[in-house]
């Protein structure tokens, strides 16, 4: 490690070498000028070359130092990539859970107080994302994903299925809600990844066009809109159950139809665990059964 120059240096070249300046890198970096142009010269004494030529008051990198900002800008990514991993892996006496963003917003952290009720010692850690975390490189504990399955390295056990139904805002259009679905597909639409066609095909109208409406690509963006008033959303019922039963939002027919997606808890097959963490598993397979009794009492 001889050859490792110190790692300020290096990002102090790498910003000077991206932004073109080295005021704006010593903002960036939240240093002054005069620290970040010692610290060009120390990494260019190190060398024994010239990574910039002077003009005047200004600095153009050198073809050696254009090469060698490709490097360090490529290493020091990787340094970050690598510190961003560690830092999401699992702690000792956590447990770490991987969840789609709108499913952990809208089902899983209302349900979650009651967890830490019966397990006060256990610390769960929810990690977000529409990325699917490979469990096996240990980034989270379980997951809890849509899809079909199987997954490789992994075992998985089915929670439930979901369905889409129309929602709208309780004051949408002065409280004048559609009642029939010819009158839902006259509303303005809020159109998110959720295909519309399943439910038009069920009640034997049209699709609305494709350019109809306000398009999103989050279902918490859409939820908010559909409660801000601004159309009528098709919707998964797992993550509008809530908002339907404190009456933010309300169901404008009766029509239902099956989400292609099932939900599922998985794991790792290898390493020390041969199970999902009881005491998770458990409470969350009691959780989904509360749930579906509360769906067949509706």
Known sequence: MSDLPPLQALRCFEAVARLGSVTRAAETLHVTHSAVSQQLRHLESLLGLALFEREGRGLRLSENGR????????A????????????VRPREG???????????????????????????HERIRLQ????????????????????????????????FEDELLMVAAPHFRGGRLPATPAEVLACPPVRSAESWSPW??????????PLAGLWINDSNLTIEAVRLGQGVALERRSIVH?????????????????????????????????????????????????????????
Do not use: N
């Not at 090469?67 to 490529?74: D, I, M, S």
């Not at 020091?76 to 830092?87: P, V």
């Not at 808890?265 to 290898?270: A, N």
């Open 67 to 74: 090469l060698y900002a490709l490097q360090v800008r490529a």
């Open 76 to 87: 020091l990514s990787d340094i970050g990539d690598a510190t961003r991993s560690l830092r």
């Open 94 to 120: 956590e447990l770490v859970v991987s969840v789609i963003p709108s499913f952990g917003l809208h089902w899983l952290l209302p349900r979650l107080p009651r967890f830490a009720e019966r397990h006060p």
């Open 128 to 159: 977000a994302g529409l990325d699917v975390q490979d469990l096996r490189q240990g980034a989270a504990d379980v997951a809890i994903r849509m899809g079909h399955g199987p997954w490789e390295g992994l075992s998985q056990q089915p929670l």
């Open 200 to 209: 038009c095909e069920a009640v034997g109208l049209p699709e609305p066009p």
């Open 242 to 298: 809530g908002l339907l039963q404190r009456g933010e939002l309300v169901a404008l027919t009766d029509v239902r139809v099956p989400y292609p997606y099932p939900y599922w808890l998985v794991w790792p097959i290898t390493g020390g665990r041969r199970g999902p963490p009881t005491a998770f598993g458990d409470w969350l397979a009691e959780e989904v059964a509360a749930y579906r009794a509360e769906l067949a009492g509706a």
